[in-house]
């Protein structure tokens, strides 16, 4: 059985990070938003699991081989909620200026 | 029967916790059954955070409520071997945390229970808060870092909420908006921080992480690195600071209050928990761990780097602020350069620093919650937003004005305030562990300096010049309430934050002696 290597895992789930942020703080639609944020969480998820079966945690005595996998499903949960919220929030600013677009909510900007 | 003694004695220390939820889940039910009264959800907020502080104070052995403790003695501050792993540990100084966070959301609930009776969402706000409040307290106890994320993501999902719960208003909303997109994106770092060092480790605990092996360099210093970027972000540290500004402005006063105060104490806890064990582990070697741990690769790049963020921080907020003509923006900033001298405390990571810091942390939560709590009061009396706004409000409005010059002495350092106590602790600290720290402590100094002429500007405003005859004269006062119409709640916040300041200013003893001893016993057993 071939393995992913680590340098190779690292630099995937650092891409998608990358990927994630950049989009987080450029994209003007706040769904795009959304999910820039939700491919961030992904490549946090898939270093967890992947390093489940690393042999750090395999001979480690505090870890379970099943940690990685259980902290995944957390994330995913998390993940979810962090993304109904955001939803909400932007049902709100809907309502009151008819748009989604980030850009245009500009009050603040003094 | 023993499953319940078993029960009880995992379950009652969490009764702060459970008191909180329980809070929580009465004010949301209210608000299903239609009994929507401001007063009523305040009281219910009020009561719970009380209680839980009373009973936090007794777990931590203050004198009259000693009796009242929860947590057996041997449970808090005792040593953990790495290979147990607990999810949660009480120490005292997550204790003495977990008062300042139930101090902080006491002095909002008290701050906003006279508001309108009829305002809607007062059901929101208040079961919010103490959501947000339960989360805090959960950060308090955390020895692993997935429990403390999930924690802090309590905490933040509950104030993304928090900032937009007018609900109608496009400012709190854009606000919460900004809120948001800042949190999701500290999220994901700090998410993929701990993912790098469970590989680089094996394991999300501190305690396992610090007696483990060196880790992979690369993994640790990635990981490490993206804690930094994410927490500094809810610590709101240049160059992670941006969004706090707009997103105190834009949210209601109340609730700007609870975010300057309390919610971004967490940012400071989780900087204590997770970066003070590899600097502790560089210095002292071998001998606290023979395998290395993560302190030999990280330790020392880390110090450096918080002092480098502590002085940026520091000088750019004060500069920030110093151009303000809004008080609640002049606030935010202030808030911000606030967080750098805190940090001090961090990177030189000695008893004492850290005794220092938390005082400090002790100073900014109380004055600054009640900073902000005059600055709703002021709102609610009808004066704007800006300084000079507020001229000539000292002599109409003379409470309001010498609380606020208390708080603003007491932001600024004065002697005779909480803040000159806390200033002194952090600042010999620094100048006691020598090497570069002693810059750290000098750049402090130069800064607290500095910051006295925006906080003394605002209180010439309010004393010496005279208000603007052509400035709308401020709503008359309501008939029947007491101090000046701001209402019991707020008038007995803003009161006992003014008091607060100055007598821990004159006799800080109570205060510093459970810091001390926490701190002592951090640096030896904690995470």
Known sequence: ?110 | MSDWGAFGAFVGPFLPELLLLAGALLVFLLDVLEVRRVELNGAIAVAVTAVGLLLVLADLGVAPFAGLALIPAGQIDSIVTPSSAPLYSFTSLGLVFQAFFLLSALLVSLGSMSRPSKERGSAVFFGLLLLATLGMMLVGVASDLLFLVLAIEVVSISTYLLVAYTRRDARSVEAAMKFYIIGALSTVLSLFGVALLFGAFGTTNLYAIEGSAVGTPTLVLLGYGLLVAGLAFKVTLVPFHAWAVDVYDGAPHDVSAFLAGGTKKIGLFAFFLVFIGPILLARWGASFNPLGGPGVEIGPLLQVLLAVLAVVTMTVGNLLALQQKEIKRMLAYSSISQAGYMLIGITVATAPAVAGATLQIFAHVILTTGAFLVVAAVAALGVGARIDDWRGLGLRRPYLGVAFSFMLLGLAGIPLTVGFVSKFVLFSSAIQAEGYFVWLAIAGVLNSAASVFYYARVIKVMFLDAPDPSAPPSRPEAPGLAFEGLGYGRAVAIGLVAVLVIFFGIDPQPVLGVVQSAAQHFVLVGP
């Open chain 1, 1 to 110: 059985m071939t393995t992913l290597p680590v340098g190779d895992l690292v630099a995937l789930a650092s891409g998608l990070v990358a990927i994630s942020i950049f989009g987080i703080l450029t994209r003007r639609n706040f769904i795009l938003l959304l999910i820039a944020l939700e491919i961030g969480m992904n490549a946090a998820i898939l270093t967890f699991v992947y390093f489940a079966a690393f042999p750090q945690c395999v001979t480690a005595a505090t870890c379970h081989p099943l940690t990685g996998q259980a902290i995944a499903v957390v994330v995913i949960g998390l993940a979810a909620t962090e993304v109904a919220v955001g939803l909400a929030i932007v049902l709100a600013l809907h309502r009151i200026r008819g748009t989604t677009n980030v850009a245009e909510a500009t009050t603040l900007q003094l």
